[in-house]
């Protein structure tokens, strides 16, 4: 693969035909946008989420402006699209990872945080439920029903609904 210099003088090391690398930088928003959100117990992290963002957000909204396109930014319909591509009916949601080590890496944590305890849950059935205890590396939830907190619940979180309490932008 050539490199090559792009009309701001940066060298390109890629080549990813445009459709795709707007649609793939408008799912890492996303990506990094619910990581704000969820990794919410450290603040270097919410400060280190906040930056990334910020920045794709800038991408995002030079590219969309230099080639007259709507984003998610600009357009709840590719809000609505992206939002449906990366958040599953259960499980996890697709997350953006660069390469394999990174997904490995980050998945974990990913996981980690999307079913921490107090998180609210949907099981197959409908019923609504509070994590109490995730393991990260087995997918193995238990939880209370969030109607009778005596009622336990053992499951797996390939087979839950994250109930999604917050707002993407």
Known sequence: MQNRENESGKVKTRDIPFPDYFSRKQLEYISYKVRFLIYNEREEDQIKFREVCDKIKRT???????????SIFTSDAMLEKYCDEFFNEVGLPNFQYRD??????????????????????????????????????????????????????????????????????
């Open 60 to 70: 995002i909204d030079d590219m969309s402006f230099k080639n007259m396109k709507k």
């Open 100 to 169: 394999e080590y990174q997904k490995k890496v980050k998945g974990f944590w990913d996981a980690h945080y999307w079913w921490k305890p107090g998180t609210e849950i949907e099981l197959e059935n409908g019923t609504r439920c509070i994590i109490k205890k995730h393991n990260t590396k087995t997918c193995e939830l238990v939880a209370v029903h969030k109607d009778d907190p005596e009622v336990f619940v053992k499951t797996h979180s390939e087979s839950v609904k994250r109930i999604i309490d917050f707002d993407i932008l």
